[in-house]
């Protein structure tokens, strides 16, 4: 079975952290390229940050960088996206994504989805 299942999300105070987790199975990770997504509400879905085959990460927003890490773990088919200093305006639902060849922002070149986790910052 093709699956990916995202985990971690919750409500946190501004300021807080989370540690998003993407478990897969079905296929090994090794020659994909995975990528967090995050829809607000009444807002379009934008990429978050990527990485590839050998570790190389790019961020879509400028508002992550420095605040967000993307990592892969290959043995245990599980990617992570540690959120630190969250802000309201991070509130959404996250999704992990996978494809071949590279890193790209844009949702449609993304083949297997996750099914979303909840990630709500407020005070």
């Known amino acids: 079975q093709l699956q990916l299942v995202e985990s971690g999300g919750g409500l946190v105070q501004p300021g807080g952290s989370l540690r998003l987790s993407c478990s897969i199975s079905?296929?090994?990770?090794?020659?994909?390229?995975i990528a967090w997504f995050r829809q607000a509400p009444g807002k379009e879905r934008e990429g978050v940050s990527c990485?590839?085959?050998?570790?190389?990460?790019?961020n879509y927003q400028d508002s992550v960088t420095g605040r967000f890490t993307i990592s892969r773990d290959n043995a245990k088919n599980t990617v992570y996206l540690q959120m630190n200093s969250l802000k309201p305006e991070d509130t959404a639902v996250y999704y992990c994504?996978?494809?071949?060849?590279?890193?790209?922002?844009?949702?449609?070149?993304?083949?297997?989805w996750g099914q979303g986790t909840q990630v709500t910052v407020s005070s």
């Open positions: 079905g296929f090994t990770l090794d020659y994909y390229v």
């Open positions: 990485i590839n085959n050998i570790g190389a990460i790019t």
């Open positions: 994504a996978i494809r071949r060849l590279g890193c790209t922002a844009v949702s449609a070149w993304y083949n297997y």
